[in-house]
């Protein structure tokens, strides 16, 4: 490419000498018709130059760029419209890359096993833990692992000088972080006779609740209780879907370790294979270990059993993630196509414009195939153009993935795999967009309008089609996410309190701190009602409800009734229309009479054939309950913390007063928004009780989004698109 213009200099000085030649012979004009048109020939000598393919290119880019620089407007519309359909793929890719198809950030990861539940049926249980006492049979003989190790979570208050947090935490047993290969970034791990008041703690907690202070050898409060850290993990160290803040040692009793469903400690369980074992091996003697006649477990729960899987293949199929993204990708794909049939379009139409300009160069003797290959690296120039604004668009996209979805597994980063997908969507772009228009324009018929007609009109069919397959997606994940609730979630404030601690001992005391709670929030400017809760959210370990004189038949696959503990505004907070009987009130207080609501199907389920429950009894089974409650009243059906569908909702209440709990969600509806109600919610608690942390604040509509696995802002688009 250098001597570019030497050869050039030297092809004409050649052609020159021969019509010189050839003129002394034979006269000018025949010389001139023997050897035709100067620069055909100069052409024909370049077409067997080793470089001259590659000239062609670069020419061909320069005057595909004088052509898109002479028609800014085309060729910004052109740009903007593939750019955004190459965005919105990179971001979804990216999404999928980073927890489907990204492998663990662990050394030899595809060693790294989960040993996980099986149910009757075969299908792999994620929700099942484990038996402490099952762990250690497979411990002693499962020989084709390296070490195994058992981990369960829990949340508590946190604090240290000025620094007060609810924290979640893992206790591990000893060679937990040995079987991830991963050695602390600061100080160190557990070892087998580790003291049990040791903690690690994670980088993203360290750094940002702790600020980076000076932690190792520091004295800090769990429970109540204090506990010294040890060591701190690298950044990039995490279990699967769970982050926890810090780790603590695990060390099961004997009675712990033992079978039986009352006594035993349940657990989650990870292990590393050895180098001479395959995962087929390892999953094989689980299954066997699992299945072996003397296990007490398995006489009495016949067709469950363990198995293993490796950590890879948990991430993808932990809470089945895969669908919903590929699901995504699918939408994004048929984005992407709706923009090259767009841009496809535009070509085409300045294809039409430019009828002349092909005709002339096809009367100078361009062939065929030199044309197309000119219409098809202006194209790519578009294409190109677009892929560097989509994937800057792309990573704005993946950086907000990384705020709203990157705590549950790997950073969402624009990585090689990311990049390389830009790139084939480009290419892909370019010939989709750039082909039909070429060909078209290339065309020796372009006095007829009909092909030219058929294209355009076969381009806005194909581009309906995409939109109405893109609307129906649409559609589905917006009546997923606005199923009617019965309520009005945006305008109410939740909040979460533990009373854990050396200050909550006894019921007495958890009572005493929420009769002092509720009326300081009911004071608060622009909360119009204010209620408690207790669970915050219903969780799957409910107590069972038993009716006095009945025994309701419930279908296999009933949802389990939800034992809630309320105040008495709760249900005007909630929006819950009273159907029967009354609601709660400051009367039904500890030492009253035992009462009880339970909503519409719950009513109907227990009391088939009756008009209404009140004055019947229930009980729920539960450590300090009384014998018998009395139904006072029934409340509408609705769901409570998710949207799933609201006709099978089997829900019963009690007094909170009655019954106080350790674990308690506030509810704050709001005259105005709900956020800011967030600030003095926290002093009101902080004024009460200093070492009490208030976490998980937000509105409910954003904790209805979070536990249908999404986010607010997800579904906001969504909302927008549709509209």
């Not at 802002?713 to 549709?722: D, N, P, Q, T």
Request: glycine share 8%; hydrophobic share 45%; aromatic share 8%.
């Amino acid at each position: 490419m250098f001597w570019r213009r030497r050869k050039e200099r030297e092809l004409d000085e050649e052609l020159a000498f021969h019509r010189e030649q050839l003129a002394a012979r034979e006269g000018a004009r025949l010389a001139e018709a023997k050897l035709g048109g100067t620069e055909v020939i100069k052409e024909e000598c370049r077409e067997q130059w080793a470089w001259a393919r590659l000239a062609d290119f670069s020419r061909d880019l320069r005057f595909g760029a004088r052509g898109l620089r002479r028609n800014p407007g085309f060729a910004a519309t052109a740009i903007v419209t593939l750019a955004l359909g190459i965005a919105a793929n990179v971001a979804a890719f990216g999404l999928l890359d980073a927890i489907v198809l990204r492998r663990p950030p662990y050394p030899h990861p595809g060693r790294i096993m989960e040993i996980i539940s099986t149910s009757p049926g075969g299908a792999l249980d994620f929700y099942n833990p484990l038996w402490a006492g099952d762990v250690a049979d497979f411990r002693k003989s499962a020989s084709a692992f390296e070490d195994l190790a058992a981990w369960d979570t829990h949340s508590d208050n946190f604090s240290v000088r000025g620094v007060v947090a609810r924290v979640s935490l893992m206790r591990v047993t000893s060679g937990f972080f040995k079987v991830f290969g991963e050695a602390p970034s600061l100080g160190r791990t557990f070892a087998r006779d580790s003291r049990p008041n040791q903690v690690v703690l994670s980088n993203h907690f360290w750094r940002g609740a702790l600020a980076s202070r000076p932690m190792l050898g520091k004295s800090v409060w769990l429970h109540g209780a204090p506990y010294t850290v040890v060591g701190i993990m690298p950044p990039r160290f995490s279990q699967g879907y769970h982050r926890p803040d810090l780790w603590m040692p695990l060390r099961p009793t004997p009675i712990q370790l033992m079978h039986n469903r009352n006594q035993a400690l349940t657990v989650w369980t990870v292990g590393r294979i050895r180098t001479n074992a395959t995962p087929e091996q390892a999953a094989a003697q689980i299954v066997g270990i699992a299945n072996r006649e003397n296990r007490i477990y398995s006489k009495r729960v016949p067709g469950w059993g363990e198995t293993a899987v490796t950590l890879q293949k948990y991430d993808r199929l932990y809470e089945n993630s895969t669908n919903g993204l590929v699901l995504l990708l699918g939408l994004t794909g048929i984005i992407l196509l709706i923009s090259c049939g767009g841009v496809a379009g535009l070509l085409l139409e300045r294809g039409a414009a430019r009828a002349q300009e092909m005709a002339l160069r096809r009367a100078l003797g361009a062939g065929r195939a030199r044309m197309v290959r000119q219409l098809l690296t202006e194209t790519l120039l578009l294409v190109l153009a677009a892929g560097a604004l989509g994937t800057a668009q792309g990573a704005w996209a993946l950086a907000w993935e990384n705020s709203a979805f990157g705590a549950i597994g790997d950073p969402i980063r624009l990585d090689a795999n990311v990049l390389g997908l830009t790139v084939a969507l480009s290419m892909f772009a370019a010939l989709v967009a750039g082909a039909v228009p070429a060909w078209q324009a290339n065309s020796q018929k372009l006095g007829r309008h009909r092909l030219r007609s058929s294209l355009v009109a076969g381009e806005i069919a194909f581009s309906l089609a995409c939109l109405a397959a893109g609307f129906a997606i649409i559609h589905a994940i917006y009546v997923e996410f606005n199923t009617p609730t019965g309520y009005h979630p945006r305008q109410v404030l939740t909040a979460n309190l533990n009373l854990l601690g050396p200050a909550y001992r006894t019921r007495s005391q958890e009572a005493a701190f929420v009769s002092r709670l509720l009326p300081a929030l009911a004071s608060l400017p622009g909360a119009k009602s204010t209620a408690l809760v207790s669970p915050p959210a219903p969780s799957w370990d409910q107590p069972t409800v038993q009716i006095r004189g009945r025994n309701p038949r419930t279908a296999p696959n009933a949802p389990m009734p939800k034992v809630l503990a309320v105040t008495p505004s709760y249900f005007t907070t909630m929006e819950d229309p009273l159907l029967a009987g009354r609601r709660f009130t400051a009367a039904d207080a500890a030492g009253a009479a035992p009462v009880a609501i339970v909503s519409q199907v719950a009513a109907r389920r227990f009391f088939p054939g009756l008009p209404t429950p009140v004055g019947h009894y229930l009980r729920i089974i539960r450590a300090g309950q009384p014998p018998w409650r009395q139904i006072v009243g029934v409340v509408g059906n609705r769901e409570n913390y998710t949207q799933e569908s609201t006709s099978d909702e089997v829900n019963v209440y009690e007094p909170l007063a009655q019954d106080p709990r350790p674990d308690i969600g506030v509810l704050l509806r709001s005259s105005g928004p709900p956020s800011a109600l967030a600030p003095p919610l926290r002093d009101v608690v902080r004024r009460l009780d200093p070492a009490l942390p208030v976490y998980g604040v937000g509105t409910l509509y954003d904790k209805l989004m979070a536990q249908n696995g999404s986010d607010a802002s997800f579904a906001e688009l969504i909302a927008v698109l549709k509209d």
